[in-house]
T-cell receptor, first 114, second 112 residues
Framework: GAGVSQSPRYKVTKRGQDVALRCDPISGHVSLYWYRQALGQGPEFLTYFNYEAQQDKSGLPNDRFSAERPEGSISTLTIQRTEQRDSAMYRC????????????FGDGTRLSIL | GQQLNQSPQSMFIQEGEDVSMNCTSSSIFNTWLWYKQDPGEGPVLLIALYKAGELTSNGRLTAQFGITRKDSFLNISASIPSDVGIYFCAGQLRLNTDKLIFGTGTRLQVFP
């Protein structure tokens, strides 16, 4: 597609459930990034990939969060045993090459944990 | 998580006025970026700065990478209604990672 595509746009789930958020980067983009954005705040880095390799996962809050990009294209961010504090906008971005700007952002998945 | 200090937090100006906002950090950054975010959308890159002291323009926007590498500013001249939105600075901390640290944002409102 023309831009970074994320699905679902909205996800509401009960506390304790697992959720999987999907990101489809711009075709041909090597690098893929996951961010979390709380209301009124800037995006907060979670993790990023070059091709299928996870390069930096220092921003993942705890071991309930994981991400994969098995074929170097689509990526999935999984949150296990969700908690209310996980509620936020989750944004994906991609860039053509490692370290190359810009990072193109998707419209995000709004996650609400009840 | 770590965020850069951005000021002012919000600005309310009249159309035609110039705007200035800045971003500071206690850490040295290798790259400074300025993004704009419209409601319901992801941030969009406005300007990228790669060298200390660099001054770069993009239309009515001008940004500078501070000499100390710990700060950056963004100026918008002759503001127009479509400048409304949230402006974020972002920095790349080290050369061996693509990790970006974002600022807390400046919300700009332009009145006709």
């Amino acid at each position: 597609g023309a831009g970074v595509s994320q699905s679902p746009r909205y996800k509401v789930t009960k506390r304790g459930q697992d959720v999987a958020l999907r990101c489809d980067p711009i075709s041909g983009h090597v690098s893929l990034y996951w961010y979390r954005q709380a209301l009124g705040q800037g995006p907060e880095f979670l993790t990023y990939f070059n091709y299928e390799a996870q390069q930096d996962k220092s921003g993942l809050p705890n071991d309930r969060f994981s991400a994969e990009r098995p074929e170097g294209s689509i990526s999935t961010l999984t949150i296990q045993r969700t908690e209310q504090r996980d509620s936020a906008m989750y944004r994906c971005a991609s860039s053509l090459r490692t370290g190359q700007q810009p990072q193109h952002f998707g419209d995000g998945t709004r996650l609400s944990i009840l | 998580g770590q965020q850069l200090n951005q000021s002012p937090q919000s600005m309310f100006i009249q159309e035609g006025e110039d705007v200035s906002m800045n971003c500071t950090s206690s850490s040295i950054f290798n790259t400074w970026l300025w993004y704009k975010q419209d409601p319901g959308e992801g941030p969009v890159l406005l300007i990228a700065l790669y060298k200390a002291g660099e001054l770069t323009s993009n239309g009515r926007l001008t940004a500078q990478f501070g000499i100390t590498r710990k700060d950056s500013f963004l100026n918008i001249s002759a503001s127009i209604p479509s400048d409304v939105g949230i402006y974020f600075c972002a920095g790349q901390l080290r050369l061996n990672t693509d990790k970006l640290i974002f600022g807390t944002g400046t919300r700009l409102q332009v009145f006709p």
